[in-house]
Each structure stands twice: as C-alpha cells, then as structure tokens.
C-alpha cells in the first residue's frame, strides 16, 4: 500500500499514481493496471478489485469529476467545509496500537468517516478479517458542535469504546480507545477547545 500527498492509501502494486486524487486526465470509468504491457487489463468502475466500485468513493470529498474529467456539479455531493475553504482539512487521526495493521494512521476528515476493511472506507483497516467489510462503525465530525462522535455500524461484530460496548452514538473525547475485531484504535483529535477549522 502506497499513500499520497493526499493521504489516500492505494495499492501501488496495480496503479502507478493515486486513482482517487482529481488528476486532470483522470478517467474515474476506466483505470489502467499498472505495468502496462500485454497484460494490463483496464478494471470497469464497479468490478469488485477496483476502488471505483462505488462511485462516490471514486475519488475524495469533494473532488470527483465525470468522466470528462471535468467536475460534475449536479451528481457530487461536496463536504460543507470544503465548500467554504476549498479544501477537506484533517480534523483528527486514528492510530492503530494494537492488531495486524499496528502503527498505521489514518486521517479524520469533516463530516462521517467510515471504517472497515473495504478500500472505499475512509478508515480502510485492510489488514484485519475481523473486521466487517463495509460500515463497522463510522466517526464522525460535527462542525458545529466542534465535537467528535463515534457511531456504530451494520455489521455482526461489535464496536467498543474504552472497554464498553458501543450500541449507539457516543461523544468521545482525546485518546478515547476503540477496539473491533482484533484491532485497538487511539482516537487523537485535531480540532478541539483549542482550535478548529
């Protein structure tokens, strides 16, 4: 797995550059396997190796194009902070202390953040099978409120915050500890009393 100066993980294996980033030249329809050559086979939006499976996840918040790579302002839905600064600044991080992907970090954008194992998550926890695929839990962002909130998800497993159980959305606060399957996160926010966006 690769990360770019954007912060999306990608499998650097199958795409020689960022297929979520808003390249100008970028065809989200269609992506090239990386090597080229006799066997460089062109993945369709919606086959399950591809990250465009969805089309909202294509590319990120706020910066997905149609296939013209031109921005397509009817079908997008753009993120209210990026609409006011432009961009979807971190707001916070997810560590990863404990399990197979131990080390890793994962930025926090406004609004939900999704988690599970699937690449079109916002928080792709890939390395754990034990973790539901799609929608484990989300994290989300209220601006408003400036306060953090960790929601459960649709899958089997359950969601824990610092030890207890999670069976609907709770507050949490800096350095909370969430644990799914056999991964342990530490939540360490960006935006706080002190600062926000």
Not at 65 to 71: F, L, M
């Amino acid at each position: 797995m690769q990360r770019c100066e954007n912060g999306h993980a990608y499998d650097d294996d199958k795409y020689t550059s960022c297929p979520y980033c808003g390249i100008s030249d970028f065809d989200p329809g269609t992506t090239q396997a990386k090597g080229g050559g006799g066997e460089g086979k062109t993945r369709q939006k919606g086959s399950p190796d591809s990250p465009g499976g969805d089309a909202e996840r294509t590319q990120p918040r706020g910066n997905r194009q149609n296939q013209g790579g031109q921005r397509d302002e009817e079908q997008r839905t753009v993120g209210k902070m990026f609409k006011e600064k432009g961009v979807d600044p971190v707001v916070g991080w997810l560590v990863c202390t404990d399990g197979p992907d131990e080390g890793r970090d994962y930025q926090l954008r406004s609004g939900r953040n999704t988690i599970g194992r699937s690449r079109q998550m916002d928080v792709c926890v890939a390395g754990d099978d034990t973790v539901s695929r799609e929608n484990h839990a989300a994290l989300a962002y209220d601006q408003k409120a400036n306060e953090f909130t960790l929601i459960p998800g649709e899958g089997r497993e359950l969601v824990y915050l610092n030890d207890e159980a999670l069976y609907q959305p709770s507050t949490i606060e800096h350095h909370a500890v969430i644990e799914m399957g056999e991964t342990t996160l530490r939540f360490v926010p960006f935006c706080d009393e002190q600062f926000e966006w």
